[in-house]
């Protein structure tokens, strides 16, 4: 993004993006802070201008970890899970976890108008529904 917008090519650092990466198993995040933070920081060098940066790591919080996380606060006496987050219908084999030694079967229960941002639409309500169970 700020390759895009040239804010590196501006000489001012607090007009620049930040980045937000989301992995699987943790959640990565860089910005440059409008006051610099005690810990967490780094210093880094572009085209002569010094950025001093906010970058922070965690574990945890990624897609796949909430998604499990999620998965979890769903389970009842039966081995077959409703899950919101899924499209109406979807109940292949390949939506299983397995959790102490069961196995858990996944059916989507989710109402979406448009199932091209089916994908979208099922990694947001995952982590939106994992960050409150999480936190």
Known sequence: MNHL???LTQNDPLGTFGALDLGGASTQITFVPQEYPTSDNYTMEVGGTEYNLFSKSYLSY???EARYSYN???IDA???IPNPCLQIGFD???ATF???G???YLNGTGRFFFLFFLDFLSILCFQFLALFQLT
């Open 102 to 104: 069961e196995t858990y």
């Open 98 to 100: 397995e959790l102490e």
């Open 72 to 74: 979890e606060s769903l």
């Open 5 to 7: 917008k040239k804010t």
């Open 78 to 80: 039966s081995p077959y």
């Open 62 to 64: 990624g897609s796949d």
């Open 92 to 94: 292949l084999d390949s």
